[in-house]
């Protein structure tokens, strides 16, 4: 019924009250599919916000644990030289007293 022949028979307009009654009309659709998108775009912005979020979250977390690995490979590394030097030296030392030796023995 419209309002007109309402308001003729009870004295007030009829306005309806439930959202189902809103959505009948092609207005009231069309109010209720903006309203969808405009959630859906909201929802859709929250959810790539959220997972920008998520993601730099990752990286950082990422990137933290490289440069750990890389600071344990580069003492690694070090240690490794140190080795390799200490090493150098013993058997330079090595070479040296067996060079005595032998001018000592055979003179």
Do not use: C, H
């Amino acid at each position: 019924m419209s309002k007109q022949k309402t308001k003729k028979k009870t004295g007030t307009a009829a306005n309806p009250t439930s959202e189902s009654a809103k959505s009948n009309t092609v207005k009231g659709k069309r109010a209720l599919y903006q309203q969808t998108a405009v959630d859906f775009q909201s929802a859709a912005n929250e959810m790539l916000q959220s997972g920008v979020r998520d993601m730099q979250a990752g990286v950082q977390e990422m990137q933290i644990g490289i440069k750990d690995q890389a600071n344990k490979f580069k003492a690694g590394a070090a240690a490794f030289q140190s080795g390799v030097a200490e090493l150098t030296s013993s058997i330079a030392e090595q070479i040296k007293a067996n060079q005595e030796y032998t001018k000592q023995f055979y003179g």
